[in-house]
């Protein structure tokens, strides 16, 4: 009889038993971080006093076992001769312990309920703050890359793609020589921060971009470590620098153009008072000579000459002074049409097919009519000029964004002549530079002048034997 009373004591602690363990291997797994800790991380303390109750009911479960034995033995001794049965109390033994587990029960259902509230509420944080990352990546204006330890890529943001001109979807789990190539600079950097932990503060250099074009980028790089400080990638943050280089290279021309103005205005003088006394002295010994003389010819040739270096002397003279601008909105379509038309009905070859597009809804551009009227009229007037054998001329205008957010008229200027060779590229727009046979050299460099007293920037590109575009962009106000 006893045996049977003690039996659902038995079943209890059993049940007991197997749940401690239960809940001390949940433990021991989210102290060795089977378990994602982000996941899991807030539900260790819970764990631990589920143990600690668990633990206490197995130690006084037995404990209330062995007393009711013992009262029971005391009793049976006493109660030989009498029916051992006594149904009401043993039924209440038995409804305290059943309404014990029973609540047990409930404790564990409870305690269950607060694991799966806490781990749902840790996943959706985890959630919320990888979301959170990535919208900075998404919104910041730079390039950001990482890499793991194995140099391949694990973060691309919308900013690197448009910088590098590359489909993120292509780059990421890519290795950095398969992205860069081996003798890259930015493989260099990685090498450096991996093999010898320097962080680069900041470093400019030359990219090569996969439709061929060079851009100059900003680099810095940091170390990427866990939370126990173990290294486990490289960041690589980079700016594009492209137009920032370009405004600085303009505007170096410029200022040494300037002073070379000034130094040479003083001299074009002189050599223009010098030139003055040549041709009287020309023009003075032709007189005195007989018309048939053979001498007529030399003069002539004098006094041609005097007069071709004195219309150079006053082009230079034109650009090396100061300007100022006089600047009034223009309606861009209409002036650009009757500017072209003006080249083209002045050129020698009709062959060619001319293309002008110009959106009615280009904003007014504030701008010296005179001036920029001369710069286009020379940037076509070359381009008419490189296809001698006739061509297609086109004359395009859009509204485009620079990287500072700001709003900006791109006016292209593209030919199908003869082209540019690579090595005279960067020369084009110095003065007295020329590839024609009759060019002074001045006509680029005034052209390169009025741009950037409009605050503007002018780019060059060239094939030898496809054609020539010329990019002018000057600044709309506003931003895009």
């Given at each position: ?329 223009i309606a861009l379509a209409e002036w650009l049409k009757r500017v072209v038309e003006q080249v083209w009905a002045q050129s020698a070859v009709q062959s060619h097919g001319v293309e002008i597009h110009c959106p009615a809804n280009i904003p007014l551009i504030s701008m010296d009519e005179v001036l920029m009227r001369q710069a286009v009229s020379n940037l076509v007037q070359n381009a008419v000029e490189a296809m ?93």
């Amino acid at each position: 009889m006893i045996g049977h009373r003690l039996r659902p004591i038995v079943v209890g602690w059993t049940i007991l038993l197997v749940l401690f363990l239960m809940t001390l291997a949940f433990q021991l797994l989210l102290m060795r971080h089977v378990v994602d800790p982000r996941g899991f991380g807030g539900l260790q303390p819970t764990a631990t006093v589920l143990m600690k109750v668990l633990g206490v009911l197995l130690l006084l479960l037995p404990l209330y076992g062995a007393f009711s034995r013992f009262v029971n033995s005391s009793h049976g001794g006493a109660d030989e001769g009498q029916s051992p049965e006594k149904p009401e109390g043993e039924r209440d033994r038995t409804g305290v312990v059943i309404e014990a587990f029973h609540d047990v029960v409930q404790r564990l259902r409870e305690k269950e309920l607060e694991l799966v509230r806490l781990r749902s509420e840790a996943e959706a944080r985890a959630q919320e703050i990888e979301s959170y990352n990535e919208n900075i990546l998404r919104s910041v204006a730079s390039g950001v890359i990482t890499f793991n330890e194995e140099s391949a890529v694990t973060t691309f943001n919308e900013a690197a793609a448009r910088i590098l001109r590359m489909e993120r979807e292509t780059v990421i789990g890519k290795t950095c020589t398969e992205v860069f190539g081996p003798e890259s600079k930015v493989k260099n950097l990685l090498d450096r921060a991996h093999h010898h932990g320097e962080i680069i503060t900041r470093e400019q250099f030359e990219l090569d971009q996969p439709d061929g074009r060079r851009i100059w980028v900003g680099v810095s790089t940091s170390l990427l470590k866990d939370r126990a400080d173990r290294l486990i990638g490289t960041t690589l943050v980079f700016t594009d620098l492209t137009e920032v280089k370009d405004l600085q290279a303009q505007v170096e021309l410029r200022e040494r153009m300037t002073v070379l103005g000034e130094m040479s205005a003083g001299i074009a003088h002189e050599f223009r008072n010098f030139m003055g006394t040549i041709l009287a002295a020309a023009k003075l010994v032709a007189r005195q000579v007989r018309p048939n003389d053979p001498a007529q010819e030399s003069l002539h040739t004098i006094v041609h000459v005097i007069k071709d270096m004195d219309y150079l002397i006053t082009q230079f003279l034109n650009f090396s002074k100061k300007t100022e601008l006089d600047l009034r909105p223009i309606a861009l379509a209409e002036w650009l049409k009757r500017v072209v038309e003006q080249v083209w009905a002045q050129s020698a070859v009709q062959s060619h097919g001319v293309e002008i597009h110009c959106p009615a809804n280009i904003p007014l551009i504030s701008m010296d009519e005179v001036l920029m009227r001369q710069a286009v009229s020379n940037l076509v007037q070359n381009a008419v000029e490189a296809m001698p054998n006739g061509g297609h001329l086109q004359v395009i205008t859009t509204v485009v964004a620079s990287h500072g957010g700001r709003r900006e008229l791109e006016l292209r200027v593209t030919d199908t002549g003869l082209g540019i060779p690579n090595d005279r590229l960067e020369k084009i727009f110095l003065p007295f530079y020329t590839t024609k046979t009759k060019g002074t050299g001045l006509g680029l460099a005034l052209v390169h002048k009025i741009v950037l007293l409009h605050n503007g920037r002018i780019q060059v590109e060239s094939q030898e034997g496809k054609g020539t575009t010329f990019r002018v962009h000057l600044p709309i106000e506003g931003r895009a």
